[in-house]
Structures are given as structure tokens and as C-alpha cells.
């Protein structure tokens, strides 16, 4: 049976990891997750004394909340592999510092004597979610429920959900990598309000 012509084209959403302005790579959502919770904390002057109390200090904090469904089904019936694994680790590392950088700080400490290390910079991330939404984020929670092993217990279906503080204008500087995308996000929010009036 061939497909509808009239059906629509389905978008996958997305995690891209970037360097400066080039992506490195891209995790695509095998399925689109059906619900993505979103919470805007306004920030609100605090001067008691104004005349204007609704004065905005700066963009809200945004907080972003999905559930990603993985599954092997496709690869089990081609050969046998790793299920899921590189998948789920492609997600993990976007919350771990690089071995390298790691053992480095490591030498630093023991042999040369250096007290305290600088912070190691994780890399940026964008949630893609449709040509309007391309956004900085920083994870700070996932969960993994693995529902699912083959016969070597590689994970084959798993629940991985996803918690994301977006980073804007109170994060980022002009110039650092995830600024632009931030700043097409809020225009494009309010080109979509004008369409509203």
C-alpha cells in the first residue's frame, strides 16, 4: 500500500550537541515524545516602591520537561548488537566530563602540586523541537528505565526522561555558542503572539 499523498510529513525532535557554531553530533527522538511540559518563572522587579510592579527584570527562567521512548525493535530483526546502548550513552555523556579532561585535571593535582582546577565546560546543547523551537538547554536531570534486555542484557527498550533548564540572555553572552539560537527562539516567539491578535 503506498502512503497518502495528502499525509503529513513528520518531524523528528531532537538533541544536537554544538562546538562554537558546528554541530558535533545529533541525537533524533525515535519517536516524538505525545507530552513536553514547559514552566515560565517570570522575573519580576522587586522594588516595592515603583509605580510600575509588572516591570520584567529580564526573560523568565524556563524549565522543559520530556519522556523519550528508545527501541532496538528494528535492529534486533538485522543483527545483533548493542540494542540501545550508544543511544542511552549519547544522552549520559551530555552530563559527564570528558575522560581526557578528567584524567588531566587528575595530573594536575597530584603531580604538579595544583590546588584547585578551573570547572570543566560541558558542551552546548540544543533541544530541536520543529523550526520554531531550536534551544539552548541544560540538562539537569535524567532518568533512564530500561524496560526492555536481549540475551547479553544490552537494552533494548527503554524511557529515558529528560529535564532541561533553558539557558537565555541571564546564562549566555554575546558570542557564546547557544546565544543566537536563544535569541531566533524569543523572536520567534513573539512573531507567533502577533499572529495571536
Do not use: C
Not at 81 to 99: D, H, M, N, R, T
Request: hydrophobic share 40%; charged share 25%.
Amino acid at each position: 500500500m503506498s502512503p497518502l499523498s495528502n499525509a503529513p510529513s513528520l518531524n523528528k525532535g531532537a538533541i544536537q550537541v554544538i562546538e562554537g557554531s558546528r554541530p558535533i553530533y545529533t541525537i533524533y527522538f525515535q519517536y516524538n515524545p505525545g507530552k513536553v511540559s514547559r514552566s515560565l518563572k517570570p522575573r519580576w522587579q522587586k522594588d516595592e516602591k515603583s509605580i510600575r510592579p509588572m516591570r520584567a527584570e529580564g526573560v523568565p527562567d524556563e524549565t522543559i520537561k520530556l519522556e523519550v521512548e528508545i527501541d532496538a525493535a528494528d535492529q534486533l530483526e538485522n543483527a545483533e548488537g548493542p540494542g540501545i546502548y550508544p543511544q542511552i550513552s549519547a544522552l549520559e555523556v551530555l552530563v559527564y566530563p570528558k575522560v581526557d579532561d578528567v584524567t588531566s585535571t587528575i595530573l594536575l593535582l597530584k603531580k604538579l602540586g595544583v590546588m584547585k582546577v578551573a570547572s570543566l565546560e560541558a558542551p552546548t546543547v540544543l533541544l530541536v523541537w520543529g523550526k520554531n523551537r531550536v534551544i539552548p538547554v541544560k540538562l539537569t536531570d535524567i532518568s533512564i528505565s530500561e524496560e526492555a534486555h536481549d540475551k547479553d542484557l544490552n537494552p533494548i527498550r527503554a524511557k529515558v526522561s529528560l529535564n532541561m533548564q533553558v539557558l537565555s540572555y541571564n546564562d549566555l553572552f554575546v558570542g557564546q555558542p547557544g546565544f543566537d539560537q536563544y535569541k531566533t527562539y524569543h523572536q520567534n516567539k513573539e512573531k507567533w503572539a502577533a499572529k495571536a491578535r
